[in-house]
């Protein structure tokens, strides 16, 4: 059975910096793209970032590249991802997806075959 729990959310003024945590349990990392997604209150959900284990292969949609750096422990079956300089616009649900294949295009619009879903962790950026 495919688990996918994060952590790491929290209360964070504007220029501050977190890390989201995602243990994952059930399928072998070399196998599946893991992403961050999120969805703020009354908007889609969109996708953040992914990383493919096996290839090291990242992607990002533009509103946090050069801000968020996603990353893998496959010791620990943990993908993370960093956060700095975090706006009140990135305040959202953020939820850790494994897929066989996705997809995160510029506009934050994704693409995720065979997904699986984490519960969410709240992120929450004051201005």
């Known amino acids: 059975e495919v688990q996918l729990v994060e952590s790491g959310g929290g209360l964070v003024q504007a220029g501050g910096s977190l890390r989201l945590s995602c243990a994952a349990s059930?399928?072998?990392?070399?196998?599946?793209?893991i992403g961050w997604f999120r969805q703020a209150p009354g908007k889609e959900r969109e996708g953040v970032s992914c990383?493919?284990?096996?290839?090291?292969?990242?992607k990002y949609a533009d509103s946090v590249k050069g801000r968020f750096t996603i990353s893998s422990d496959n010791a620990k079956n943990t993908v993370y991802l960093q956060m700095n300089s975090l706006k009140p616009e990135d305040t959202a649900v953020y939820y850790c997806a494994v897929g066989r294949s996705i997809d995160i295009y510029y506009s934050g619009s994704y693409y995720i075959l065979d997904g699986y879903w984490g519960q969410g962790t709240q992120v929450t950026v004051s201005s």
């Open positions: 990383i493919s284990s096996s290839e090291g292969n990242t």
């Open positions: 059930g399928f072998s990392f070399d196998d599946y793209v």
